[in-house]
C-alpha cells in the first residue's frame, strides 16, 4: 500500500537521503537511526506500506554489520509482516533465518532457511556467507526433494476422509485425520506445500470447535509453509481467531493483509463483525 500524505513522504525521502550519506561515511550506528525515524514517520499499522518493507530490511541488515544480533532479530520479524502484496521470493524467511542463526537458535534457522531455498530456488543464498547453507548437512538436497508417490497418496486419502468429516461437523474426527497426514510429512514439515493446507485446515477445525488458541497455533504454523504468506484465507482465519483472543493489533494485521490480498471477497461469507473491526481501524 502507497503512502498518500505528501509531507509524509517528502519526510521519507530527506530521511532516507540523509541515512545514505551516513551509510556512505560508514556512520552505521547513525544510518540506523536515521532509518529507525523512517519507520516512525509511517502511518500506522507501518507494515502494511510499501516502505516499511525497505526499512525493516535495511535495518535488519545493518545490524547484522554491526554484529548486533539481538536487534537483528528485532527487525527480521517485523519484516515477516511488511508489505503484504510484495511478491513472496523468500527473501524474509531468509532474512530471519540468518538472524536465528546469528541468535543461536538453529531449529528456527534450519527451517526458515529451507523455506527460503524453495521460495528463491537458491537465488537468496547466492554471494551470502556459505556457513547459512553449509552448515545444515544435506540441506541443499533436502530442498530438491518432492514427496514420494506413496506419501503423497496416502496424505490425499486422509485429507479427503478429513474433508468428509468436517462436511459432516465431526470437527475432533476431521483433526484426527488432518493430523495423521501431517505427521506422513518428512522433517522438517514445513518444507513441505503439503503442510500449508493441512496446518490450515486443522486449524479451521478449532475455528469451528471455538478453540481459537488451538486454532491460531495451527495458522500460525500454517504461515510457515511454502508460498502461505500470500495466502489470503490462512491470515482471514489467523486474524479471526486472534480477534476472538482479543488480541487487537495482531488480529488487524493478519485481517488488513487478506483484505489486502484477496479484497473485500474474502470476508462475505464470514461474520460481519470481522470486516466492521477491520473497517473501523483502517482506511480502506
Known sequence: MEIQDQNIITTLETLWQEAEVLFTNDDLAGYTDKLA????MLPVPRQAYDDSYEIALALAETYSALN???AMLHWAEILQDCDPE????????????????E???MDKAEKLLVQAMYKSEGQVFEGEDPKYLEVFQGLAAMVEEELSVDIYEQVEILSEEGNALADEDDFDGAIAKFTTALTLLPEPRSAWEASTWLYAS??????FKED?????DHFFNALNGPDAQSI?????????????L???????EHLLRAYMLEGTEIFEEEDSRYFDFLKERVQL
Open 86 to 101: 510484495r511478491m513472496d521470493d523468500g527473501e524474509r524467511e531468509f532474512v530471519l533465518g540468518k538472524a536465528f542463526f
Open 212 to 216: 481459537y488458541t488451538m486454532a491460531a
Open 246 to 252: 482479543q488480541q487487537s493489533d495482531k488480529a488487524l
Open 103 to 105: 541468535n543461536g537458535d
Open 37 to 40: 525515524a523512517a519507520w516512525e
Open 232 to 244: 489470503g484465507f490462512v491470515h482471514l482465519r489467523l486474524g479471526e481467531s486472534l480477534y476472538e
Open 202 to 207: 486443522i486449524g479451521d477445525m478449532y475455528f
Open 68 to 70: 548486533e544480533y539481538p
